[in-house]
């Protein structure tokens, strides 16, 4: 019994179902290809949306379990007294002072030295703030034990009552592992010089403050401060408070948590976790808006006689278009629902990598009931919008009109059609010409559908190009060296000599690095100003073209971006506070870096003005392969040296991070981006072939090829794919400027480099997906049954 | 059954032996034609003739090349269209025939020249698609589309379609059976005109029995068999009929 038999008898809403199930059968093809498009919506909503939820509470409660500070300074050295000062300060609510020391760690496991953050226990008690979470273990209770991090223990399989040695103010220290910890000051714990997390290169450690204040002779001193604010307190005016009392201990100014490499770190993930929601969403959900429509708005075409002959037996106007809405929402909501299956699976799946890189005590994906409920109205609310105008138009059609046959499809001349150019065009490009101006509107949504798939990929893709770019450019050609050692306090010019003796090493210079706050009108930034030579050849400055730039005599080297937050350009003074003393100077150079911060000032200069003669805080080392090993058993020995930076592993490290980060989300926007190719070129290729098969199987009458009937079905949407590209890769473009800025933060900037690789890995998976598409459609037209099409109507 | 005869020195250019169609719908077998065995000569017009649903159409359509006849043999010279892969069969349609349907079935995104020009542009032998169209007095209207002719002008057009390429046969599925009378015979009068003046053989599908007049000879079909076959001693000219 066909659908119309059914309902003849009955008459009952039932039967209308029972039709709507059959049809959706018939359709299912259409009906898939649009619900996958909704689903890739639901699905990077539900994700962006539940991950950012489940990181953002996690952090928060994690924050206010350990009492992670609200504000954060360094000193030099500060009698413990300063913190009494400070606690009677207006909006401090609580202070804690510590001694924080960074020294080399000598591991059985590593060639080079590690680095170690030493931070003070209290003499008594738990810390008031920045506590941390003993995991395993306990606190330790002579002056060799040392509570370390999770992370650093985990990458060495360290347990509690294991040793490892430390060189601690020329020292060798044999110390033991008492209990393994967590902090919330390092949930993405970066240690000197690394651009994302080593855990095998970066440990912290909690030690008794007689231990370390005894060990680097601060006794009755600290050189580090945290408050928490009362709630109502204004941060702004705390830190000025702050500074006031801290600048004569040589800090070079207070910041708060949005400056806090940790918690910096976290909100940018989590902004940019908010920006793929708001930015992508939207392109699939609209592309499935518009996929409903067209084919609603076939299905009515075709459907008009059943429409008016269900009509002249008694059915409302209201109860068939709310047959036509089920179609519409039964397909949304197959794609919402597996939308948000795959979302909670990619939200798992986010959530396993940032819990590799963030270390909180328990990282657990939340499903977030309410972004679930939201994204599903918002794609059913879309939907709906989308095939509203179809179902207004079941609605309104009246029986007699509906039961008459339609007026024959209306083709006129396409403007221009009088140039040569078009006269000479074989008829197969003029009948697709001619189609496509029928419904330009169609054509136009297509073609950006099309467009938008190619733009994904481009957007995402690039930036395994824009990070390769960023490391040639800043390890390759800016900075040259292989190590930079950091020394525990500065060293005259003379231990150049004596490191240029030491085993493997090709080249070694001098820089003085410290941190400073550099200030220009309303805006400030604590930063590392490095001192280099004015001969420097393994730090590079290098404009904007790369080529490298003469080091200024006189005059701050920027990097851009670092102007940029400065508003300041060439010539502009900048007030830099060294060592807790103002000093005007003007902005000399500007270099491209994208990584960190740069501020650069000569070496000598910056002696000049901390008038300490002739010294270096650390060395930038070119050392050969062969004597590697060599070159590090000098290094683990040397007394003085706090901090060691190997550019292979940081380069390795960042290059790990990125491929393990970017890897899942790039992949599911790329098979995304697919998967809407997929579903336009399908849904527009079944509906042409619906509006135009009696035509098409004229053309077979008539004598015309399989191959030359298909070359005009698929000449109209290879047209519409091919006219699509070259707009997805400016669309690309666009959007990938849009997430660039996204990501730009104090630690990186990313450079908007789309390579040929990546337009043409975008465009092959559209056009992949496009053939692909195609085929079942193209199947289908080879089988057309000539006779049965030619007595079809229109 | 029934068989029409053939003048002896004549050479068939269409032969149908115990042509058979069945379709398959389900469980539901239909016989649409049951063993026609019928010759057609060169430059004669041939009306088939019957009620609807007779089979009349499907004989057509195997005939043109459309369907493929369950069993039995349709020669064309010495081809067995039912021994032509799909390929053979599009050239066969291309080349041989010249086809004019019911629901004129024009290309809707081409004007009159262009759908005519459809057909002739590898052909070096086929009539200008003007001078088509001037053979069917609608020269004045090349430039329109489908959509801005009425009934009669376009099947006038898918006529001029049909005879452009100058193929040996013409096979015309109710050309008249959406028209009126009066646009009937105007359409009918083009095809007439092809037949006697290029001497197209040419088979008029037609449940109208004054159209029979116009024939050389007339074939009878009912229930998928031929009923009767008679020749007209006189063909009356297609401008004479009416109905």
């Known amino acids: ?794 | 059954m029934k068989t029409a005869s053939a003048p002896a020195l004549r050479q068939d250019i269409l032969v149908a032996r115990g042509v058979t169609k069945t379709y398959r719908t389900g469980a539901v077998e239909i016989q649409a034609l049951r063993g026609i065995d019928l010759e057609f000569h060169p430059r004669e017009l041939v009306v088939l003739l019957g009620p609807s649903g007779s089979g009349k159409s499907t004989l057509l359509n195997l005939l043109g090349g459309l369907d493929r006849a369950s069993r039995g043999q349709i020669l064309f010279g010495e081809a067995d269209l039912a021994t032509l892969d799909d390929r053979a069969l599009t050239r066969y349609r291309r080349e041989t025939i010249g086809f004019v349907f019911q629901s004129y079935n024009l290309l809707p995104s081409l004007t009159a020249r262009e759908n005519v020009a459809l057909v002739t542009e590898d052909a070096p032998q086929a009539l200008a698609p003007e001078a088509a169209l001037e053979l069917v007095g609608l020269f004045d209207r090349k430039d329109h589309f489908p959509a801005e002719l009425s009934g009669g002008e376009q099947q006038r057009v898918a006529v001029a379609r049909a005879i452009a390429r100058r193929p040996p046969v013409l096979l015309c599925d109710e050309p008249t059976g959406a028209l009126d009378s009066k646009t009937g015979v105007v359409v009918l009068e083009a095809i007439d005109r092809i037949n006697r003046d290029f001497g197209t053989f040419a088979i008029l599908v037609t449940h109208n029995v004054a159209i029979a007049e116009m024939a050389d000879r007339v074939v009878a079909i009912a229930d998928g068999a031929i009923t009767s076959v008679r020749s007209n001693t006189h063909r009356c000219p297609a401008s004479t009929l009416s109905w």
């Open chain 1, 1 to 794: 019994m066909s659908g119309i038999d059914a309902l003849v008898v009955g008459r009952s809403p039932h039967a209308l179902d029972r039709k709507l199930c059959r049809d959706l059968w018939r359709r299912r093809g259409q009906g898939i290809a649009v619900a996958v498009v909704v689903a890739c919506g639901v699905a990077t909503a539900v994700m962006s949306f539940s991950v950012l939820r489940s990181l953002d509470e996690t952090r928060l409660d994690y924050y206010r379990h350990d009492r992670f500070a609200d504000v954060f300074a360094n000193v030099v050295q500060a009698p413990t007294s300063v913190a009494d000062v400070i606690a009677l300060s207006p909006g401090v609510a609580r202070i804690e002072t510590r001694i924080v020391k960074d020294v080399t760690l000598d591991l059985d496991d590593l060639d080079a030295p590690a680095v170690g953050r030493f931070i003070s226990l209290p003499v008594s008690g738990a810390p008031t703030l920045n506590a941390f979470t003993l995991r395993r273990g306990q606190l330790p209770s002579s002056w060799d034990e040392v509570v370390a991090s999770e992370s650093f223990a985990m990458a060495h399989g360290f347990a509690p009552g294991d040793h490892l040695v430390a060189v601690m103010n020329d020292a060798r220290r044999r110390l033991t592992i008492v209990g393994i910890a967590l902090s919330p000051e390092y949930v993405y714990a970066l240690g000197p010089g690394q651009i994302v997390p080593d855990d095998r290169r970066f440990g912290i450690f909690w030690m008794s403050r007689n231990a370390l204040a005894a060990a680097f002779d601060l006794s009755g001193s600290i050189n580090d401060i945290s408050v928490a604010l009362e709630p109502s307190a204004s941060e702004a005016a705390v830190i000025e408070r702050l500074d006031q009392s801290l600048r004569p201990y040589g800090s070079p100014g207070a910041y708060g948590r949005a400056h806090q490499y940790s918690d910096a770190f976290l909100r940018g993930e989590l902004d940019q976790l908010v920006a793929i929601g708001r930015l992508v969403p939207p392109i699939f959900l609209g592309v499935a808006a518009f996929l409903l429509h067209v084919v609603l708005w076939r299905i009515i075409d075709v459907e008009r006689e059943q429409i008016g002959l269900l009509k002249a037996l008694g059915f409302s106007d209201g109860a068939l278009g709310r047959h036509y809405l089920k179609f519409a929402l039964v397909i949304s909501g197959l794609g919402i629902v597996v939308g948000l299956a795959v979302g909670v699976l990619l939200g798992q799946g986010l959530t396993a990598i940032y819990a590799q890189f963030f270390h909180f005590p328990v990282l657990r994906y939340r499903p977030d009931v309410v972004s679930m409920a939201a994204a599903a109205l918002i794609a059913l609310a879309v939907s709906v919008t989308g095939v509203i105008d179809a179902i207004y138009r079941v609605v309104k059609l009246p029986v007699a009109v509906a039961m008459a046959p339609a007026a024959p499809t209306i083709y006129r001349a396409v403007p221009g059609e009088r140039l040569l150019i078009f006269r000479r065009l074989g008829w197969p490009a003029r009948m697709i010409f001619r189609h496509l101006a029928r419904r330009p509107l169609r054509a136009a949504s297509t073609l950006i559908g099309v467009a938008l798939a190619v733009a994904l990929p481009v957007a995402t893709l690039f930036s395994f190009e824009a990070l390769d770019y960023m490391v040639d450019v800043f390890y390759a050609r800016a900075q040259r060296q292989d190590v930079t050692v950091l020394f525990s306090r500065t060293q005259p010019y003379a231990m150049l000599d004596e490191i240029r003796h030491w085993p493997g090493v090709h080249a070694v210079e001098g820089v003085r690095v410290m941190p400073v706050r550099l200030t220009a009108g309303s805006d400030s930034r604590l930063v590392t100003l490095t001192g280099i030579p004015s001969d420097a050849t393994l730090v590079r400055l290098l404009d904007a073209d790369l080529t490298p730039l003469a080091v200024p005599a006189q005059g701050l080297a920027l990097s851009t971006k670092l102007a940029d937050l400065l508003h300041v350009g060439l010539g502009d003074p900048v007030t830099v506070r060294l060592a807790g003393r103002d000093v005007a100077l003007p902005v000399a150079r500007l270099t491209e870096q994208y990584i960190g911060l740069g501020a650069y000032l000569e070496l000598s200069a910056l002696n000049q003005l901390l008038d300490e003669g002739a010294v270096i805080s650390g060395v930038e080392v070119q050392i050969g392969h062969e004597q590697r090993a060599l070159f590090f058993r000098a290094l683990k020995d040397a007394p003085v040296v706090a901090s060691v930076v190997l550019k292979a592993s940081t380069v390795n490290a960042f290059r790990q991070t990125m491929a393990r980060t970017l890897t899942l989300i790039v992949s599911f926007f790329v098979l995304f981006a697919a998967l809407t190719a997929v579903g336009l070129v399908y849904s527009t290729a079944q509906i042409t072939l619906s509006e135009r098969g009696r035509e098409l199987a004229m053309m077979r009458a008539l004598g015309f090829s399989g191959r030359q009937v298909g070359a005009v079905l698929f000449g109209e949407l290879a047209l519409l794919v091919l006219a699509a590209l070259p707009l997805g890769c400016l669309l690309g473009h666009a959007l990938g400027w849009v997430i660039v800025r996204g990501l730009d933060s104090d630690l990186f900037r990313v450079p908007l480099v789309i390579g040929a690789r990546t337009y043409a890995a975008a465009l092959a998976i559209v056009v992949l997906a496009s053939l692909a598409s195609s085929w079942p459609v193209a199947r289908q037209l080879a089988r057309v049954d000539i006779v049965a099409a030619l007595k079809t109507r229109e």
